[in-house]
């Protein structure tokens, strides 16, 4: 069974830096791509960043673009997402997802919705 398993969320001042982390034990089946997604209080779910598994192409959310970068090390399998200058707007439950999409690839919010989960990790931005 798949898992995606996310750490470092925390509690952090606006202006601050986290660093997200999601090791999967191994990619799933039939997916292309794997990256975050948030969900704030009483907000639906929206995507922040994506990453090819195969590498080269990653897609981000415009409100979070030039301040957080995604990565990815196919070695430990395992996912990165590095926040700066953190926005009380960022504060939210952040998942990591993966999933199967063939294109375009131009805004985040048409990707295909990711069919495999974490269970999340906090951040909370504090202003």
């Known amino acids: 069974q798949v898992q995606l398993v996310e750490s470092g969320g925390g509690s952090v001042q606006a202006g601050g830096s986290l660093r997200l982390s999601c090791a999967a034990s191994e990619y799933p089946a039939k997916t292309n791509y794997i990256g975050w997604f948030r969900q704030p209080p009483g907000k639906e779910r929206e995507g922040v960043a994506v990453i090819l598994i195969g590498g080269g192409l990653e897609v981000y959310a415009a409100a979070v673009a030039g301040r957080f970068v995604i990565s990815l090390d196919n070695a430990v399998k395992t996912v990165y997402l590095q926040m700066n200058n953190l926005k009380f707007e960022d504060s939210a439950m952040y998942f990591c997802?993966?999933?199967?999409?063939?294109?375009?690839?131009?805004?985040?919010?048409?990707?295909?919705?990711?069919?495999?989960w974490g269970q999340g990790t906090q951040v909370a931005v504090s202003s």
């Open positions: 997802a993966a999933g199967l999409h063939r294109g375009p690839w131009r805004e985040i919010a048409t990707i295909v919705r990711p069919n495999y």
